[in-house]
């Protein structure tokens, strides 16, 4: 992702460069806290909009073989919110390849 951590990106891109990770749901509060001041401060990924979606591997499996047990999850994607479930097979498989962030 440092790929994504450049001037022209970071200042003066008008409609922002989105940086999508994941997290797993037992991510600790003060691991966030760390994440989120080292990106605001320029020290992680580049990019100037980050989304983060929490939850593990085997919701995500299990939201799309049971979904009616599974219809409160939401996540962020290209500028909204969406339940996990109501998305084409398609953008849950994009959703899939999102990068897990583990804290260092």
């Given at each position: 992702?440092?790929?994504?951590?450049?001037?022209?990106?970071?200042?003066?891109?008008?409609?922002?460069?989105?940086?999508?990770?994941?997290?797993?749901?037992?991510?600790?509060?003060?691991?966030?806290?760390?994440?989120?001041?080292?990106y605001a401060d320029g020290n992680v990924i580049g990019g100037?909009?980050?989304?983060?979606?929490?939850?593990?591997?085997?919701?995500?499996?299990?939201?799309?073989?049971?979904?009616?047990?599974?219809?409160?999850?939401?996540?962020?994607?290209?500028?909204?919110?969406?339940?996990?479930?109501?998305?084409?097979?398609?953008?849950?498989?994009?959703?899939?390849?999102?990068?897990?962030?583990?804290?260092?």
């Amino acid at each position: 992702m440092k790929c994504w951590d450049m001037r022209s990106i970071n200042v003066g891109f008008a409609n922002g460069a989105e940086v999508g990770l994941k997290i797993a749901e037992n991510f600790k509060e003060s691991d966030m806290v760390t994440l989120l001041k080292k990106y605001a401060d320029g020290n992680v990924i580049g990019g100037n909009i980050l989304t983060i979606i929490c939850a593990n591997p085997d919701t995500f499996t299990n939201a799309q073989l049971n979904p009616e047990k599974y219809d409160l999850i939401r996540v962020r994607t290209g500028g909204w919110n969406e339940f996990y479930i109501t998305f084409f097979t398609a953008h849950q498989k994009h959703l899939e390849r999102r990068i897990y962030y583990h804290a260092p």
